[in-house]
């Protein structure tokens, strides 16, 4: 870790600094100010295409060319000769637009048009835009599809091994490892599919929403299609009714898919916890590590406790993202600049979250022989399918029986097979009874596991 990593103040620029880095060109200051610059000069060519637009000249091969260049090629360096100019301006977008008229000073005719008809709101709501976009496309769902794929593996290999539930810490039914894992996975996916259809809107209309001042210069144009146009040719989705600002409820509901992700993550992660405390589940050593700085037998949960943390940050902050955002003050105010430049934080500690959960699963270990123990030492679970078929046969009071039998009671097969002989129910049924032990009273867990 280098001197800077070392006083940083946020653990993301830290101590995290690497587990984040492919966010850095998205989220940070010289993102924002990348896309930017790609949403004015874009813009810019976009009314060129105007054939309407007389004053504008059209672009040739020289001038497409160097615009496409300053896309292409911008660096950190060039963010911060805007940074400079924004000294001055104190105004960041501004400062974009005096660094592109100086940038394209010796393309006659065209100063005047570069920001043309915008609000600051216009460059900046398509740019944080494009970087959800990105992040969901290039970060998000592709980590989202590791997650899975380790949950995949688990529950494949371990679809049909038995183990006991816990209801409210109690011993249950039967379920399989393999089908819990299951579980996760279909919830998962569930929330993967809202993320994915969410539609990331942009808006290009002016100072409140209304292209007063297009249609000031351009009457005779249709400045609606042509705004829609433009945003579509970007690889977004138009909201056409806004005020000065794109009212951000497409981000709250983006920020709300994301917290009910990792609130799923949240509850494996504290299962997985508690499997890894009753001894299920092992975590493979690595011999350079160290567990406990006095106990030195321990083997910690402490990726799946990294996670818990992290994802607990995250949803706090995406949680306020989208209470606080869709809520302005008339027309617009400035309250939701500041939060918007958070949004690479709450990301970063949810692909923290993420790596750390994913370093933890691939550890894990089942230890089967303690699964197996506990099923034998929990032979009380079958008093549930004694007192239903019980029920069956009109037995009288089939659950308090059961419950007389076995409640705060050490159970054990001999028990159960003498209490089963006494009942009054078919021979056939009685020899079916006998016959479910703990590891088999599994029901169709291994078919519903391997749905997934």
């Not at 940083?8 to 830290?14: A, N, R």
């Not at 794929?149 to 091994?161: Q, V």
């Not at 400045?223 to 409820?249: A, C, M, R, V, Y």
């Amino acid at each position: 870790m280098s001197y800077d990593n070392l006083k940083s103040i946020s653990p993301l620029d830290g101590r995290y600094s690497e587990k984040v880095s492919e966010l850095r060109d998205i989220f940070s200051e010289y993102g924002l100010i990348k896309y930017r610059v790609f949403i004015e000069i874009k813009w810019l060519q976009h009314l060129s295409s105007i054939n309407e637009i007389n004053e504008l000249p059209k672009f040739n091969s020289e001038l497409d060319k160097k615009l496409n260049s300053i896309i292409n090629s911008f660096d950190v360096d060039q963010a911060s000769e805007i940074k400079k100019i924004e000294s001055v301006t104190n105004h960041d977008v501004k400062a974009v637009e005096y660094f592109l008229r100086d940038l394209l000073k010796d393309f006659n005719g065209i100063e005047g048009f570069i920001h043309f008809g915008c609000t600051s709101e216009d460059i900046n709501n398509l740019s944080y835009a494009l970087m959800f976009r990105e992040a969901r496309e290039n970060i998000l769902l592709p980590m989202m599809r590791n997650i899975k794929t380790a949950l995949t593996d688990i529950t494949d290999k371990y679809s049909d091994t038995p183990m006991i539930s816990r209801t409210h810490g109690q011993t249950a039914s039967p379920t399989t490892v393999g089908k819990e894992m299951a579980n996760i996975i279909h919830r998962l996916n569930a929330a993967v599919t809202d993320l994915n259809e969410i539609l990331i809107l942009g808006k290009f209309n002016g100072a409140v929403g209304n292209f007063n001042a297009h249609y000031s210069a351009y009457p005779e144009l249709d400045w609606i299609e042509i705004s829609k146009k433009f945003i579509k040719s970007i690889g977004l989705t138009p909201n056409e009714l806004t005020t000065q600002i794109e009212p951000h409820d497409w981000i709250a509901k983006f920020c709300q898919c994301l917290i009910r992700y990792n609130v799923i993550l949240l509850d494996l992660c504290k299962d997985i916890w508690g499997y890894i405390s009753i001894g299920y589940f092992k975590q493979k050593m690595n011999k350079n590590e160290v567990g406990s700085s006095t106990m030195p037998h321990k083997v910690n949960p402490i990726d799946f406790e990294n996670a818990e943390g992290n994802l607990g940050v995250a949803n706090s902050l995406l949680g306020h993202f989208s209470e606080k955002l869709p809520i302005s003050r008339f027309q617009r105010d400035l309250s939701d600049s500041t939060v918007q430049r958070n949004f690479g934080v709450a990301i970063g500690y949810t692909i923290i979250s993420m790596k750390s959960l994913l370093k933890g699963l691939k550890k894990l270990e089942l230890d089967e022989d303690k699964i197996n123990d506990d099923l034998l030492n929990s032979w009380e679970v079958i008093s549930e399918a004694i007192q239903t078929v019980m029920r069956r046969y009109n037995v009288p009071e089939p659950y308090e029986k059961l419950k007389e039998l076995t409640r705060g009671q050490k159970i054990n097969n001999e028990m159960l097979i003498e209490f089963i002989e006494s009942l009054e129910i078919p021979e056939t049924a009685k020899k079916e009874l006998i016959s479910i032990s703990p590891s088999s009273y599994i029901g169709v867990a291994p078919v519903l596991a391997k749905k997934i």
